[in-house]
């Protein structure tokens, strides 16, 4: 079982779309810790990624990966568009060469983009950021591939931790980004990097759910 | 919401159409990557000044480009930082052999893009050292933190620090000016009400009509703590008083008092604060040798102020009093 090429571009898309569609809600939770901007600053960033996005003739999976890195450190900003580039990028050395992968190139994969992210924002888990979705999604996947789960299964039990690590920040007191600015104010808020941290692996999860 | 805008998408970029249309003497607009740089950049072995930061604080950074402070500035979206490769180009554009300062507010997305523009402009064989400002007292610091915000000492930094570069220090020299600063400055500010980012329409937090928030950025975000409106002079003892604590400022220390508008706030208000400022700052020995009042570093039309207080000397008297020629600040030209 293997996610390929062709199922890497339709991710991509969805996520743009899903991304499109909830632009108001995630910089509406960025209005109540944030400065109200990472809806928008991700709608830009996958917006340009459309039109940038390679048609998968002449190129593998990492440099799918790549271009869409590059695209989001120069057309996002913020802490958010260096974070993704990393996420892309990261993800993208990781996988290069390959026209398809499995749950374990996943996992690996998806180890690289966290790793990238806390060195470039130094961030541990419990600092109510995107790193709070991550590290259990990473964990997730590799206690799946250990276990010899399916692909599919995989993938779900991933977006799932997500989605635990995204709820469970938000008691949290910000200790990182924008929101740390509130101090005690920022507990009772979800992270809104989290929750499209959450979304992107959802999407994969749901994208590659029948990948064969 | 009411606003004078077209469509929220092109904000920024019908910003800087009128910007060029306005100042062709003192700057050009570069688009994709958006930068504004000095009209006679690159000047031939001098230090070049390059800042940049979201957009909404007008006229910070895109109004002090010009003689005597900023070489060029890198515009975000709005209260967004820019990206990378404004930042390199910009870098590219106004180095003059001398070497290139980034001052950077200090600020996660700042930091990241700038750290990242550095680098590339490095490999590209340019001298670039960089400054972070961060002067919030609002904030508190602490390693495990984001650290303090940079707020308003960045104006009085890119003043001074650019009339140092103009005086033909040395990137070192000049560098280090700026972290003198940086240690020297302090700010706080306030908010009477929200501010609307364009694209957002409604106002970034609700704040109900009799009450204020302390303790404010630039960007909208609510401050630390909420309470009732409260006149405007105990409302400076709430901003000054941190100011000259943390620091400590003491008795005999000259400094420059700077009232800012967030953008909303008229200056007859900033007038009161400044009077009620000056009493408490010569009750305690403290003597104000220049002042700046006016909407230096605001946050689109939010009302309210911030006080930023500097510690001065005989060098940083000279560079404050020396020309300037920019949109934003102008004299001795
Ligand atoms: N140091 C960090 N490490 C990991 N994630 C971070 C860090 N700082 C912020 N984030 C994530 O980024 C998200 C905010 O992204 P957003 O696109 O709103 O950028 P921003 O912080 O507003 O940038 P800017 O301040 O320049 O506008 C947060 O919700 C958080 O998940
Ligand atoms: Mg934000």
Redesign the interface.
């Given at each position: 079982m293997a996610v390929t090429k062709k199922d890497v571009l339709e991710w991509i898309k969805a996520f743009a779309q899903v991304i499109a569609e909830n632009k108001e809600y995630l910089?509406e939770l960025d209005?109540q810790i944030?400065?109200?901007?990472h809806g928008?600053?991700m709608d830009?960033g996958f917006r340009a990624v459309l039109e940038k996005l390679p048609n998968g003739e002449d190129v593998d999976i990492g440099k799918i990966m790549k271009t869409v890195g590059m695209t989001l450190?120069?057309?996002?900003?913020?802490?958010?568009?260096?974070?993704y580039s990393t996420i892309f990028m990261q993800a993208g050395m990781s996988i290069d060469g390959k026209d398809y992968f499995d749950l374990a190139d996943w996992a690996k994969a998806l180890e690289a983009a966290t790793a990238g992210v806390v060195r470039?924002?130094k961030a541990s888990p419990g600092d109510k950021t995107m790193v709070d979705a991550l590290t259990p999604a990473v964990q997730a996947l590799k206690d799946a591939t250990e276990q010899g789960l399916s692909l599919g299964e995989g993938l779900k039990k991933s977006a799932e931790a997500a989605e635990e690590g995204m709820i469970a920040t938000i008691p949290l007191v910000a200790?990182?980004?924008?929101a740390?600015?509130?101090?005690e104010?920022s507990a009772g808020h979800q992270d809104p990097g989290a929750t499209s941290t959450f979304m992107l692996l959802d999407t994969a999860a749901k994208v590659w759910a029948n990948c064969s | 919401m009411k606003k004078l805008i077209n469509n929220p998408e092109n904000v920024v970029l019908e910003e800087l159409k009128g910007i060029e249309l306005a100042h062709p003497d003192l700057v050009k607009v570069h688009y994709d990557p958006d930068f504004i740089v000095r009209a006679d950049a690159p000047v031939k072995g001098k230090v070049a000044l390059v800042s940049g930061g979201g957009s909404g604080h007008e006229p910070m950074h895109g109004g002090f480009v010009g003689m005597g402070m900023l070489d060029a500035a890198c515009p975000g979206a709005v209260f967004t930082s820019p990206t990378p490769d404004q930042m390199l180009e910009a870098t590219k554009a106004v180095d003059g052999g001398a070497g290139v300062l980034h001052i950077v507010k200090n600020y996660t997305g700042d930091v990241m893009n700038f750290e990242m523009a550095a680098d590339l402009a490095k490999a590209e064989g340019i001298d670039v050292e960089a400054v972070v400002v961060d002067d919030d007292v609002a904030v508190k610091d602490s390693t495990w933190t984001a650290g303090r915000r940079g707020v308003g000492l960045t104006v009085l930094m890119e003043k001074l620090v650019g009339a140092a570069a103009e005086e033909g220090r040395s990137l070192k020299e000049v560098a280090d000016l700026a972290r003198k600063i940086n240690g020297q400055g302090r700010s706080m500010g306030m908010a009477l009400t929200s501010c609307v980012v364009p694209h957002v329409g409604k106002p970034t937090f609700d704040l109900p009509e009799d009450e204020m928030e302390i303790g404010i950025g630039i960007h909208g975000e609510p401050g630390r703590t909420r309470m009732k409106v409260e006149p405007a002079d105990a409302v400076t003892e709430m901003l000054l008083n941190p100011v000259i604590e943390d620091l400590p400022f003491e008795s005999g220390d000259e400094v420059l008092l700077f009232v800012n508008s967030m953008g909303g706030t008229p200056l007859i208000e900033l007038y009161i604060v400044y009077r009620k400022a000056v009493e408490m700052l010569e009750a305690k020995g403290i003597k104000v040798v220049r002042n700046l009042i006016g909407p230096y570093i605001t946050s689109l039309e939010m009302a309210g102020a911030s006080i930023t207080m500097l510690k001065m000397d005989d060098d940083l008297i000279k560079l404050w009093d020396a020309p300037v020629k920019t949109a934003g600040m102008r004299w001795g030209v």
């Open positions: 910089t209005a944030g400065d109200a901007d928008a600053n830009r450190l120069s057309k996002v900003g913020g802490a958010g568009g260096p974070l470039l924002g200790r990182k980004g924008r740390s600015y509130l101090g104010r | -």
